[in-house]
């Protein structure tokens, strides 16, 4: 099982960019698909996006779609997760999660490895 850290959060301004990083440990990250989730404070985790293992196939959640992306270098053990045009509504702790199964999901359960979490905050 691979070990996750997350990296670049921060707070920012209504329409900045921000690019999340997650380094994996271990030798099996490209048999991961690899999630971003987040949480805001008194709400639940709530699915952003996925990545397939070799990176071939993407999925997000409406909320993000047009304006965050996510991708994988295997060779490097990282996921990314570009933000752009950044909202208040974006304020919440960033997770990263691994999926042991390449089949897509948008369920917290279906992955077994998170990393510790990094904050966003958006001001206006």
């Known amino acids: 099982q691979v070990q996750l850290i997350e990296s670049g959060g921060g707070s920012v301004q209504v329409g900045d960019s921000l690019r999340l990083s997650c380094a994996a440990s271990?030798?099996?990250?490209?048999?991961?698909?690899m999630g971003w989730f987040r949480q805001a404070p008194c709400k639940e985790r709530e699915f952003l996006a996925t990545?397939?293992?070799?990176?071939?196939?993407?999925y997000y959640a409406s909320s993000v779609q047009g304006r965050f992306t996510i991708y994988r270098y295997n060779d490097k053990n990282t996921v990314f997760l570009q933000m752009n045009s950044l909202k208040p509504e974006d304020t919440a702790v960033y997770y990263c999660?691994?999926?042991?199964?390449?089949?897509?999901?948008?369920?917290?359960?279906?992955?077994?490895?998170w990393g510790q979490g990094t904050q966003v905050t958006v001001s206006s």
């Open positions: 999660a691994g999926n042991p199964d390449d089949r897509r999901s948008f369920i917290a359960v279906d992955y077994n490895t």
């Open positions: 271990g030798r099996s990250f490209a048999t991961y698909s």
């Open positions: 990545v397939s293992q070799r990176g071939g196939s993407t």
